[in-house]
């Protein structure tokens, strides 16, 4: 077992060690045993199952891997300002502060490469006819590995625009880095999940429980064809998924507190809900943890931790699981998201889904029990509304250091605002209506119009939808979106952001370590 997750490690990281042990005649004389070189290891199932798993527990390493970044991609957007500062989202709270040195940049840079040269080597590794596979085998692996490329070339295409365009490993330093067009990155992103959707099997046919299906490369396909300005196959991309008969919205009640009071959306997002295998039939893909088994979680996941409330700082609160344990209060929701963008009625608006008031609950207070009324200060990093998206609470954890609860990357629910927008591209509002009033009748909204539906509705809808789901950086980027909607809904940030803030500096440091080639900086920053 410790070599094999030696072998998934060492792959993961894209690093090649070589064990020697000696043997034979002469302690001199030594004679190779193990090398852990995809060239020795990625030479049978075996070995691109460890490669697989690597590759997974990248991905999952995220952006909740270093304290703020996850923050980064909610606050300065029209969805979120600072609550607990912290250095990592401070130069998106100010946008002139945010330049080409800013630290965030290369945690973004670094992970989506890492995950990107992992997939190159095993995409390259299934090319070797020596390899030991059936030529199934050889498209699943390549298939798999085509999708988190993708992934991690759609995330920095839209937060930086063209990126350099590596489909091959690399082993050694290069310091001869362009940029291709955001286009031409787009187009791989294309071809990798079009690959990807044709090789990946259904949900019926996955194997191991967290593996990916082939629906998730059609609905990130649908997005990439957006981002393409082909909103027919887009539409054709989304339609597959919800034909596909293999997902239904959740509307009623299940799970693991089914029988306690809650509706169908918040179901969704308990602990113990969230996988298909739990009764989730919305979910396309889940990443899966597990608590108290090693290597079941992220290395340091800060969803829960970021998105919820410092409340432990107010006198007489204490941590608890119906408060969704120990938050830190990072993303504080804008008052745009707090007090505008819901209908009372509308689920999503529950008090099982947002948060909006506190009691004392510290035995000893003599205000326990007592409604906790805050202002200043407190109103911003300790007790505000909030997502209960991703409450947890181990109490064997009660400061809340790590997060082992599963992460919903796609659901049905988008996939219907997806649609939407592509029909709304093809000048089609009644369709956009439609298919978004499928997911408001879940949620027990009223319906929109067609003569309501606009790109800024959808961008609305998939906030009252996807909060704390979606990166809404990367939404508002990818529909060209973000500034205009800074300015009108965050005024706290607005007078600081600029046109050119569209898409994020290229980190310095690749450009100074890149002395072959001119690695071209994003337009209005500097060093």
């Not at 809340?400 to 592509?422: F, H, N, P, V, W």
């Amino acid at each position: 077992m410790k070599k094999s997750l030696y072998i998934c490690g060492m792959l993961a990281a894209g690093v090649f060690i070589t064990s020697l042990s000696s043997c034979s005649k002469s302690f001199l004389n030594e004679q190779l045993k193990s090398d852990y070189a995809p060239a020795n290891t990625l030479v049978d199932p075996l070995g691109f199952e460890a490669a697989s798993t690597g590759l997974l527990s990248n991905v999952r390493n995220d952006y909740g891997d270093v304290q703020g970044l996850l923050a980064t991609f909610y606050v300065g957007t029209d969805m979120a300002i600072t609550g607990q500062p912290n250095t990592v989202q401070a130069p998106y709270e100010n946008y002139q502060n945010l330049n080409s040195q800013t630290g965030s940049l290369v945690s973004i840079w670094n992970y989506g490469y890492k995950v990107i040269n992992t997939a190159n080597v095993i995409i390259d590794a299934a090319k070797n006819p020596a390899a030991t596979l059936t030529q199934a085998q050889r498209d699943f692996y390549t298939a798999e590995a085509c999708f988190f490329r993708a992934y991690a070339y759609n995330h920095l295409s839209i937060l930086f625009g063209g990126v350099p365009l590596i489909t091959a490993p690399v082993s050694v330093p290069r310091t001869d880095y362009t940029r291709a067009t955001e286009e031409a990155v787009v187009q791989q992103i294309i071809t990798d999940l079009t690959f990807a959707e044709a090789h990946l099997p259904d949900p019926a046919g996955v194997t191991k429980q967290g593996r990916i299906n082939k629906f998730a490369a059609t609905q990130l396909l649908a997005e990439a064809y957006l981002r393409a300005n082909k909103p027919a196959d887009a539409e054709a991309a989304a339609k597959r998924v919800i034909d596909s008969k293999f997902f239904t919205l959740i509307t009623n009640r299940y799970g693991v507190k089914a029988s306690q009071p809650g509706d169908p959306f918040a179901d969704m997002f308990t602990y113990g809900n969230m996988r298909r295998s739990q009764g989730n039939t919305e979910a396309i893909w889940v990443l899966e943890q597990n608590y108290n088994v090693t290597g079941g979680g992220s290395t340091f996941d800060q969803r829960r931790r970021e998105w919820g409330p410092f409340y432990v700082n107010v006198s007489g609160m204490k941590v608890c699981d119906s408060l969704g344990g120990r938050g830190i209060g990072r993303i504080r929701p804008t008052n745009w998201w707090t007090y505008q963008l819901y209908e009372q009625n509308d689920m999503r608006n529950s008090s099982y889904n947002i948060r909006r008031n506190y009691y004392y609950n510290d035995p000893a207070s003599p205000k326990y029990g007592q409604p906790v009324v805050v202002s200043g200060f407190d109103t911003i990093q300790n007790i505000y509304a909030h997502t209960t998206k991703w409450y947890e609470f181990q109490p064997q954890d009660i400061q809340g250091a790590q997060s082992y609860k599963d992460r919903i990357q796609m659901r049905l629910g988008e996939t219907y605002l997806l649609m939407a927008e592509a029909q709304l591209m093809q000048g089609r509002p009644g369709d956009a209506a439609t298919s978004i009033n499928v997911i408001r009748s879940r949620a027990k909204a009223t319906p929109v119009l067609a003569a309501d539906v606009t790109m800024d509705y959808i961008l609305d809808e998939r906030a009252r939808e996807l909060t704390a789901e979606e990166l809404r950086r990367l939404t508002l980027i990818r529909t060209r979106k973000l500034v205009e909607r800074v300015k009108k809904y965050n005024p706290k940030v607005a007078p600081t952001i600029s046109d050119f803030n569209i898409h994020l500096p290229i980190p310095q440091s690749e450009i100074d370590v890149n002395k072959d080639a001119v690695l071209q900086q994003n337009d209005g920053y500097g060093k």
